[in-house]
């Protein structure tokens, strides 16, 4: 079943922008993804959040998703941005526009 | 700019598979409607939530598609199902994959 995956990363004060530019490469990244049908990148009012959706072919595609090297890379310049990571939500997709 | 939706439906006990056919069917409506990108809908492992995601092509596309006689009708069935709404998102879309 097509899995989905919901996400608040908090950035360091000050580090909402660098980190969404970083989500965005990954985004790019995943352009050639077979299993990647969404992943899309988004703020709210709230001044340091950026939310993640995402809907993957199924969950261990999403896994696999994070192996290669230039992936691992992104997260690791990702990770010294982040102060938390809240709201996450797993979803089994049931369907819907866009898929 | 893309105006994405994030919300959580708890439905009424028992009634979770009858609020997410009426949701299914929405998303079948917004087919047609060139404002709407996504429109998903996702259950978690918790029994009566369904969650769905959205991504319009901005704000004013979101509220023009609940006009309709046809999404009233089933906005007015799928009402009394509906124990609460909760997690309302409202996202600036910055950009990713799947748009």
Not at 13 to 33: H, V
């Given at each position: 079943?097509?899995?989905g ?85 797993e979803l089994q997709v ?6």
């Open positions: 079943m097509r899995y995956l919901i996400g608040k990363f908090t950035a360091q004060p000050g580090k909402r922008e660098e980190l969404a530019a970083i989500l965005l490469q990954a985004a790019e990244l995943l352009q050639a993804s077979q299993g990647c049908i969404h992943y899309v990148i988004g703020t709210t009012d709230e001044p340091d959040a950026v939310w993640v959706t995402e809907v993957w072919t199924d969950k261990a595609a999403h896994a696999v998703s994070l192996e290669p090297e230039n992936v691992r890379a992104l997260v690791a310049r990702a990770a010294p941005l982040i102060a938390s990571v809240s709201d996450r939500t049931l369907g819907g526009k866009g898929l």
